[in-house]
C-alpha cells in the first residue's frame, strides 16, 4: 500500500504563483511515475504534469511554461510550481503515482483545492 499526502493549495490573484507538494510514503517502487491531475467543477480530470523516477517530464500543452514539476532529494515527494497562474486554472488538483512493475498499481492523493481569482 501506498499512501499520498498533497498540499499547498489556496487562494491566489491572476499571476500569482503557488507551490504544491505531495509526500509518498508506504510500498514505494523504485521505478514510477508521479504526476499532478486537476479536476475543475463539471470537468473530467486531466493530466497536469507528470516526472518518471528516472526524471523525464510531461506537461499539459495549457501549462507549459508556467508550470514545473520536481522531485525532491528523497524521491518520493513531488513538487508543482505554479506561476503567472490563471482563473482557468482553478481546480482541485491531486497527486498520483504510478508504480511500474509486478502488483504495481496507481494512487491518489486526498487533493488540495487551487482557486484563481480575477
Known amino acids: 500500500q501506498v499512501q499520498l499526502v498533497d498540499s499547498g493549495g489556496g487562494l491566489v490573484q491572476t499571476g500569482g504563483s503557488l507551490r504544491l507538494s505531495c509526500a509518498a510514503s508506504g510500498s514505494i517502487f523504485s521505478i514510477n511515475v508521479m504526476g499532478w491531475y486537476r479536476q475543475a467543477p463539471g470537468k473530467q480530470r486531466e493530466l497536469v504534469a507528470a516526472?518518471?523516477?528516472?526524471?523525464?517530464?510531461n506537461y499539459a500543452e495549457s501549462v507549459k511554461g508556467r508550470f514545473t514539476i520536481s522531485r525532491g532529494n528523497a524521491k518520493n515527494t513531488v513538487y508543482l510550481q505554479m506561476n503567472s497562474l490563471k482563473p482557468e486554472d482553478t481546480a482541485v488538483y491531486y497527486c498520483?503515482?504510478?508504480?511500474?512493475?509486478?502488483?504495481?498499481?496507481?494512487?491518489w492523493g486526498q487533493g488540495t483545492q487551487v482557486t484563481v481569482s480575477s
Open positions: 498520483n503515482i504510478q508504480q511500474i512493475g509486478v502488483n504495481g498499481g496507481g494512487y
Open positions: 516526472i518518471t523516477s528516472y526524471g523525464t517530464t
